[in-house]
């Protein structure tokens, strides 16, 4: 998959800003609308269904960004989608405890590095985005076979690291991007990245039958 990067749109819309014209900026921020509710849809556990609709969490992150924008200008901690991100997932997870409570977090462990705090992404999800959608209806049960294996491996894999392969290969983050949402280091966010590929592919080549043709 493509990772994203409008890093010339960012620079363009920072600097329009520092000049006093923001509009730029906010057409930037909204136009991440649809990528941010796939962020939060995912992450949505089934016993919250009903209770909590992804478009809400948005649009309650983007008022809250709208009234911390000069403070997001000021200080610039992070690109514009991941302190967009950021704010959500902190609604987010802030429903999971009012919603769930305890049983949520046991539940549902929370990635926390820095100030990166989100539901952790189930290896069922991650599996069947890193197989990519059906390609004919025929191929349906042995791509569910595929989804249970490759379950069963990114379920051997340390916790942050399939976050990463997740930050990047369905949130579609940059590199820089998902080092800032984790609060590491460029050099540290690659070398998980680069990591969790390799150990992945080293485990569906020991298990019996592996996953033929699939290149993480």
Same mark, same amino acid.
């Given at each position: 998959?493509?990772?994203?990067?409008?890093?010339?749109?960012?620079?363009?819309?920072? @600097?329009?800003?520092?000049?006093?014209?923001?509009?730029?900026?906010?057409?930037?921020?909204?136009?991440?609308?649809?990528?941010? @509710?796939?962020?939060?849809?995912?992450?949505?556990?089934?016993?919250?269904?009903?209770?909590?609709? /992804?478009?809400?969490?948005?649009?309650?992150?983007?008022?809250?960004?709208? /009234?911390?924008?000069?403070?997001?200008?000021?200080? @610039?901690?992070?690109?514009?989608?991941?302190?967009?991100?950021?704010?959500?997932? %902190?609604?987010?997870?802030?429903?999971? %405890?009012?919603?769930?409570?305890?049983?949520?977090?046991?539940?549902?462990?929370?990635?926390?590095?820095?100030?990166?705090?989100?539901?952790?992404?189930?290896?069922?999800?991650?599996?069947?985005?890193?197989?990519?959608?059906?390609?004919?209806?025929?191929?349906?049960?042995?791509?569910?076979?595929?989804?249970?294996?490759?379950?069963?491996?990114?379920?051997?894999?340390?916790?942050?690291?399939?976050?990463?392969?997740?930050?990047?290969?369905?949130?579609?983050?940059?590199?820089?991007?998902? /080092?800032?949402?984790?609060?590491?280091?460029?050099?540290?966010?690659?070398?998980?990245?680069?990591?969790?590929?390799?150990?992945?592919?080293?485990?569906?080549?020991?298990?019996?039958?592996?996953?033929?043709?699939?290149?993480?």
């Amino acid at each position: 998959m493509t990772m994203t990067d409008d890093s010339g749109l960012v620079d363009e819309a920072l @600097r329009s800003a520092e000049r006093g014209d923001v509009s730029p900026l906010e057409k930037l921020l909204d136009g991440y609308r649809p990528r941010l @509710r796939r962020m939060v849809q995912v992450r949505l556990d089934h016993r919250m269904q009903g209770r909590v609709d /992804a478009s809400d969490v948005v649009q309650e992150a983007y008022l809250e960004a709208s /009234a911390k924008l000069d403070d997001y200008l000021h200080d @610039r901690p992070m690109a514009p989608l991941a302190w967009l991100r950021l704010i959500a997932m %902190r609604k987010l997870a802030g429903l999971y %405890r009012y919603h769930l409570g305890t049983q949520g977090r046991d539940a549902h462990r929370e990635i926390s590095l820095d100030h990166a705090v989100a539901p952790e992404v189930t290896s069922d999800v991650l599996a069947a985005q890193l197989l990519g959608p059906l390609t004919s209806p025929s191929m349906a049960a042995q791509r569910a076979e595929h989804v249970i294996r490759l379950q069963q491996a990114l379920e051997r894999i340390d916790v942050v690291d399939r976050e990463v392969l997740f930050l990047r290969h369905f949130e579609e983050l940059t590199n820089q991007e998902t /080092a800032q949402v984790l609060g590491i280091t460029k050099a540290a966010a690659w070398t998980r990245h680069v990591r969790a590929l390799k150990h992945l592919r080293r485990i569906l080549a020991e298990m019996p039958g592996g996953i033929e043709g699939f290149q993480p």
